[in-house]
């Protein structure tokens, strides 16, 4: 947002996707997030809290009857008989790539989205080349990423990585560009500190 800030912030949908990205990047765990959530078994948990936050139901019956099979990291519902995981249903499904590589992916994301002020996402290269995935594997990862969390997504990636919270001052009007400005700039002294 350096520049001519004015000029692009009069658009009121460019204003909502600087708040919305800018916000989650703000909610990001100062830690790298590799080491916030450091085992599968850790992401998974985090992601059961943020999608089943009244406790796990089944995915087919809706009953909360569901026994914790951990060794195969599934959960299996006692009336249906029905076995299913944390991704059984949500676009993580079937992916055969770890929960880690998803958290890091989406914290990627995040950050590359916010740093540029929303003018574009990160590139497939730059990365397959941070995750060390193929660049087919990578654009699919980053095409699932942005349509959750983006403003209309159903936030499950989004929701498992942005655990921190912060109050905007009651000063500044939510939803305008004076609260784009505001969290830009605090969006860059969080990366300084960080050394990024």
Not at 12 to 37: K, N, S
Not at 43 to 58: F, I, Q
Not at 122 to 144: C, D, M, N, S, T
């Amino acid at each position: 947002m350096e520049g001519d800030e004015g000029d692009r912030l009069d658009d009121p949908r460019r204003i909502t996707e600087l708040i919305h990205w800018t916000t989650l990047a703000l909610r990001l765990p100062t830690a790298r997030i590799d080491t916030v959530f450091q085992t599968e078994d850790s992401c998974r948990d985090r992601l059961s809290a943020v999608r089943w936050p009244n406790g796990v139901t089944c995915t087919m019956c809706g009953s909360q009857e569901v026994s914790d099979l951990s060794e195969r990291s599934f959960f299996r519902c006692r009336p249906c008989r029905t076995q299913f995981s944390v991704t059984s249903g949500t676009a993580l499904h079937r992916t055969h790539v770890p929960l880690r590589v998803w958290f890091v992916a989406t914290d990627t994301v995040i950050r590359a989205h916010a740093r540029t002020a929303c003018e574009y996402h990160i590139p497939g290269r730059k990365l397959a080349q941070e995750l060390r995935r193929p660049y087919r594997g990578a654009v699919r990862l980053k095409e699932i990423i942005v349509a959750d969390a983006g403003v209309s997504g159903p936030g499950l990636l989004r929701e498992s990585i942005c655990v921190d919270d912060f109050s905007l001052p009651t000063d500044i009007d939510p939803n305008t560009p004076t609260h784009a400005w505001w969290l830009q700039n605090r969006w860059r002294h969080k990366r300084l500190e960080r050394g990024e």
